[in-house]
């Protein structure tokens, strides 16, 4: 595997869910409309992506270590949130401690991440640029989810 591109550590969000989100996405956002639906463990935040340099046989190995002690996440979204500065809104998770704990175990795996400049948010990005009105920011804001899902 090349990773010498950014490669992050991602969960993806099953359906229906997904599908909810990529409608949002595609009501505020063109720049997405292709992107997976998922929450980034390593890669954007935190311990950032995979080191370019890394053997990719010793951060499978590592890897797989992290996952075999890792138990299925029931999760659901929590609100909106907008990255200050930004016009970056995501949605935040309504408990974020299972994805803290294994983005934990991944900083202490011995699998080598460059680095990051931001701390380490669990969320599921819905837009990312261009400006907004007012009224599609409150509508942003005021959007919920609904439900539980299981990542496995």
């Known amino acids: 595997m090349n990773l010498r591109n950014p490669t992050y550590i991602c969960l993806d969000i099953p359906e229906p869910f997904r599908t909810k989100v990529r409608e949002v996405r595609e009501a505020f956002c063109d720049r997405l409309t292709n992107f997976p639906i998922e929450i980034t463990i390593a890669g954007s935040s935190g311990i950032g992506a995979i080191a370019g340099d890394a053997d990719w046989a010793t951060v499978e190995t590592r890897l797989l270590a992290v996952c075999s002690k890792t138990a299925p996440i029931v ?50 990005s819905l837009r990312m640029s261009g400006e907004l009105s007012p009224a599609d920011i409150s509508r942003l804001f005021s959007l919920r989810i609904e439900g539980e899902f299981e990542i496995d």
Do not use: Q, W, Y
């Not at 309504?94 to 948010?121: A, C, Q, W, Y």
């Open 75 to 124: 999760a659901r979204f929590g609100g909106v949130v907008r990255f200050p500065g930004t016009d970056t809104f995501v949605l935040s998770m309504g408990d974020p401690m299972p994805f803290v704990t294994i983005h934990e175990r991944l900083k202490h795996s011995g699998i080598p991440f460059e680095p990051s400049n931001f701390p380490f948010f669990p969320h599921c």
